[in-house]
């Protein structure tokens, strides 16, 4: 169902000195499913995160913001699919720091320096006895070039593992950006989706490495939305193990640095549109553009109500131009002094509506055309400034509906 | 499909003295169908709405603006199914008033007389030829009992006409609030529900007219939710006859002024609840109350979340107590201080989460049995205040996806 998104070649997937990755069958919800996955990190590597601000944030969020506080040094995750971990309340608590203190002792580590990551249904107890239980074997398993396999252990609605992988030149030396996300529902990330992970092999000053995860976070997951729901388990997790051996980076504005974010953001905005692209139930993708705002928050406001209509979704499910739809969720965005007689609306390349009404060249079958297409561009000009802002969505299917209907059966 | 919701006994629906109802086939989109009703009104009638607060608001709601603004006394509405003049720009102006001025020519009175209403597709020009043809038939059907009629005349996708009716005492003389509405999808009335419109007999003095449309709106119509898309054209109409006789009402803190205010407000609460009732694919009728609150703004906020979720709507649809999921709705609503740890939720009798986690009493077949009903009332706790919200809804099923993907094939 995934639109335009093919499995990940393992051989494009760039292995990261000093991230190793190690996944298991631990039974978590189904068995004869690899559920698990152990991530560990060379010593001398550095983390920043970004986490979902839902007020009901889950328990594996909560200890992975105590750890990284703590300041010890992380050294390994801990990702298990099939349970969320979330509205579990101090029961939860205690079972995600069970798990990082039994990983923590096997690697020699405290359990501070262990982030969990838990993704799955939400509201049931964390089976932590059957993810203790698989830990030896993700620890065997341990590789650097199991990006692949990382990615399909963290599927949960998912059809598609996603995954993506870049090399530049940094200071003379080969460096490599590659990451993995999950997410196909509850998907509307308020800082970052649950879950992606991006590492490179460069060194980062931990303080631009804080500020890179949050701008990656930003124009990538933060940009995206399925069904408009926040979940409760979003992680967006940015690692560099310094092993590349160049300079540390410092500063955006070097040419090194530069080039690192711009590499990090294509990375991250990769895996933020592959979750869109396995939506569930998409049969399209859709880019969302709104310009001439005064500001770009405004600008998204608007994205965002077009993203978030059911009825604009299932008219792109059905391939139908009702582009009135999409006039109306302009209108409801909460612009409270929008004037309507300034709006202007693109279908990709077919203007449809000018000065607020329906253009009067427009011909239903210009609209019919690009609306069969797979991936089809909506841009809303507002006319009262020079911001823009862009969002990625996808449309609403039976299969969306099917999907949630049937999700714990 | 509705959900507990007959269709109205006609010898239940009273008449209102001095308001009349006809109604023609206009064709106005599909041929064979009674689309198009006239509503006249006895001299010295008091009139007041509200409308949608959607920015793109159609052609007809600003017409109706302009003509309440000029205060010439309002004598006749005109309403059509088949097209909503949204989206239209200034054409969509001039057929309004095109439709108006040919109506107030055939009843003696001036444009600005009439109010027109119209509902069904979105940016398409009104055939207004068509609509004046259908005039004469509309007026020649002219009578006092024919609500239930109009309440079929302006279904859209409804599939059950609403109405209700109520008889009070009011200063010795029997006093009737009728009143009909439609609307099963873009539905989220950001002041009204495209279209309701309730009148009595009473006379009520036009500041006190206006105090209560607003009231009953903000209690009934804008209370409830089927898919968050607040549409172009809503537009709740309050008309009071004065036929009945009695001496106009000033005030609400008299006994009278009470009774005629929870008269209107409850027939508005049935026609809004009705509407949720008939939502496009709706397979159960659902009450969210959150308590607790510091406002009831922030407890609307909480229940609007939860509502809107596709996920918890998919989740009632599957008749599945996943009720992860309006934790997570919960934690989303945009409250930035909430507290998890005192969050309490209860499906109808059952109490599944105290404290933020899973109450360790709760049985999944007991939220089951409340999952399993036709109505299910979720009461969310928030243990931060006193203040209350409701907002009624309706599950998301795959007929939505249908009628929504179908609509205008």
Same mark, same amino acid.
Request: charged content about 20%.
């Given at each position: 169902?995934?639109? !335009?998104?093919?499995?990940?070649n393992p051989r494009d997937l760039h292995p990261v000195p000093g991230v190793r990755l190690g996944i298991a069958e631990a039974g978590v919800r189904k068995a004869g499913r690899r559920d698990l996955t152990v991530v560990t990190l060379a010593e ?23 750890? +990284? ?13 099939? !349970? ?90 080969? #460096? ?83 080039? +690192? ?28 553009? #709104?310009?001439?705002?005064r500001s770009a928050a405004e600008c998204r406001q608007v994205a965002y109500s077009i993203a978030h209509s059911p009825l604009v979704k299932t008219a792109f499910f059905a391939s139908d131009p009702n582009l009135g739809r999409i006039l109306a ?15 202007? +609306? ?64």
């Open positions: 169902m995934a639109v !335009n998104l093919p499995t990940p001398g590597t550095q983390i920043a995160a970004v986490f979902t601000q839902n007020r009901f944030c889950a328990a594996p969020v909560q200890v992975c913001r105590k750890h +990284l506080a703590a300041e010890a040094g992380i050294r390994a995750l801990v990702i298990n699919t099939g !349970n969320a971990n979330a509205g579990t309340g101090d029961d939860g608590l205690a079972r995600a720091g069970a798990t990082c203190s039994a990983l923590a002792q096997q690697l020699g580590l405290a359990a501070t320096q262990v982030l969990p990551f838990s993704t799955g249904v939400v509201m049931e107890a964390l089976p932590v006895e059957r993810i203790v239980a698989g830990l030896p074997a993700a620890l065997a398993d341990l590789a650097e070039d199991h990006w692949l396999q990382a990615a399909e252990a963290i599927m949960t609605t998912d059809t598609v593992p996603k995954a993506a992988s870049r090399q530049v030149t940094i200071d003379g030396r080969t #460096v490599t950006v590659t990451g993995i996300s999950k997410g196909a529902g509850m998907i509307r990330p308020a800082m970052a989706t649950m879950l992606g992970f991006v590492a490179t092999d460069a060194a980062v000053e931990p303080a631009l490495l804080r500020a890179l995860v949050a701008e990656a976070a930003d124009r990538s997951f933060n940009r995206i939305t399925i069904d408009g729901d926040t979940s409760t388990n979003d992680s967006f997790v940015l690692i560099a193990s310094g092993q590349a051996g160049n300079a540390p980076i410092a500063q955006f504005d070097s040419a090194d640095g530069a080039l +690192l974010r711009d590499t990090v953001i294509a990375v991250a905005e990769q895996l933020a549109q592959a979750i869109v692209r396995d939506g569930e139930g998409a049969t399209k993708f859709i880019t969302v553009q #709104v310009d001439g705002g969720a302009v209108g409801y965005a909460g612009i409270a002094d929008l004037d309507q007689a300034l709006i202007a +609306l693109h279908l990709d390349d077919v203007p449809v509506v000018v000065r607020g009404g329906r253009n009067p060249a427009y011909r239903e079958e210009d609209g019919q055309r690009v609306m069969k297409q797979s991936e089809i561009t909506v841009r809303v000009s507002l006319g009262r400034g020079s911001e823009q802002a862009t969002v990625w969505t996808c449309d609403l299917s039976y299969d969306y509906v099917k999907i949630n209907a049937d999700y714990r059966s």
